[in-house]
């Protein structure tokens, strides 16, 4: 696994978190960000993998 894929992979955790913690709160400025920092990360990782086939 590359950098690429493992930060991407850790983005996709945060934002998840991020996610759950604002539907439970009820805060959906913060579910969006997690959302958003969710699908950030998935294309972070997804880049990541590219890379490292292409080498």
């Not at 439970?24 to 890379?51: M, P, Y």
Request: glycine fraction near 16%; charge should be positive; avoid cysteine.
């Amino acid at each position: 696994m590359g950098k690429h894929q493992i930060t991407g992979r850790i983005n996709e955790a945060k934002g998840a978190v991020k996610e759950a913690v604002g539907k439970l709160v009820g805060d959906r400025g913060l579910q969006a960000r997690g959302i958003a920092q969710k699908f950030a990360g998935r294309v972070e990782a997804k880049a990541g993998r590219l890379r490292q086939v292409a080498k």
